[in-house]
């Protein structure tokens, strides 16, 4: 273990301020402290970088980049010594949980100063180091692969959808409403009792319950606040918390092409109130639509469905990824777990 050895922090990295964000546009992300604000064409962090939320309610929290960046004044920089590793910084310094050491209790605050006096066992031979980066990118960069793929398979979805459904939309297809497809019903306070189903609130999944009110295939969508008109699909049992509504196909062939529908649309421009917005049942059942023939729905049906098929399998492995790196994580950085050099 002579490889591990306590040490200071501020011997391992160089700390820098960020500056207020520029108010251009460009290509370069803004970071702050809860990650990419937004974009400008200007940079103050070249290369390979690691980013701290500085204040607040994301004080510690850290992310990496390789690009050119302008980081604002709600974070901090940090740029290896040395020839230490600076991905396998980035993991240790992940794994500790800096925000437990921010000062303040009504406002935390990360400084320089507080991060260069930290210290741990630390492995500071620049080869372990690499090699344990190497182990955990790896795994990184898989889960970011299936992330990406399951993005490109959700955007075919959305232009097969467009292509069938608005482009070629046929003249002869009936007008009705949404309400003359589907049932729509608010969701219920989530239950205290933790267990395996998902809990489905208006910005996704909050937590797990012991019990679900929406059964196999469900449509759900964010009913009140900065989430209306979210949008999620579940194809198992879940909990649908009451700042969302649970959307069902009344013939079930219809229930992808009920979902795309929804997404091609902007939904919370639907909601009533501007400071609160509200989406309603009775908004969603009004809404006008063309309704194509059976056939043509279950052609879709068939390649939405192996879209489907592929991302659950994809989001699968990303689960089994993320649990194997994050049993790792601990292991490594505190030498219970050896890599080979």
């Known amino acids: 273990m002579s490889e591990w050895r306590e040490t200071a922090l501020g011997d391992l990295l160089t700390f820098g301020n960020g500056k207020r964000k520029p108010n251009t546009d460009g290509d370069i992300p803004i970071y702050g402290g809860n990650g990419i ?86 492995c500071t031979n620049p080869n372990e180091q690499k090699a344990i980066a190497e182990v955990l990118s790896a795994l990184d960069d898989k889960i970011d692969l299936l992330h990406r793929q399951n993005k490109t398979l959700e955007q075919m979805a959305e232009t097969l959808f467009r292509q069938w459904f608005v482009e070629e939309a046929g003249e002869d297809w009936e007008e009705t409403t949404l309400g003359d497809v589907s049932h729509f019903k608010n969701g219920k306070s989530r239950p205290k009792d933790e267990g395996n189903y998902p809990i489905y609130g208006g910005n996704g999944v909050l937590g797990f319950a012991n019990e679900f009110n929406a059964e196999n295939e469900s449509i759900v969508i964010g009913r009140v606040g900065a989430y209306c008109g979210s949008l999620y699909f579940e194809n198992q049992n879940i909990w649908v918390s009451d700042n969302a509504i649970i959307g069902k196909a009344k013939n079930d062939n219809y229930l992808y092409f009920i979902f795309y529908f929804l997404k091609s649309m902007n939904l919370n421009d639907l909601a009533e109130g501007s400071s609160h917005p509200l989406l309603t049942q009775t908004l969603l059942n009004k809404i006008v639509l063309q309704k194509p023939p059976i056939s043509t729905v279950g052609q879709f049906n068939i390649q939405i469905g192996n879209y489907f098929r592929k991302k659950e399998s994809n989001q699968k492995q990303i689960r089994t990824l993320e649990s194997l790196r994050d049993t790792l994580l601990p292991k490594l950085m505190n030498g219970e777990i050896r890599v080979a050099l």
């Open 37 to 122: 604000l937004g974009f400008t064409n200007d940079s103050n962090y070249q290369d390979k970088t690691i980013v701290i939320g500085r204040v607040g309610a994301y004080c510690g929290s850290v992310y990496y980049e390789t690009q050119p960046i302008w980081i604002s004044d709600n974070a901090l920089s940090a740029k290896p010594k040395n020839d230490y590793n600076l991905k396998f910084l980035y993991y240790f310094l992940k794994q500790l949980d800096l925000n437990q050491y921010a000062g303040g209790s009504s406002h935390p605050l990360v400084t320089q100063t507080l991060l260069n006096s930290l210290e741990f066992d630390v």
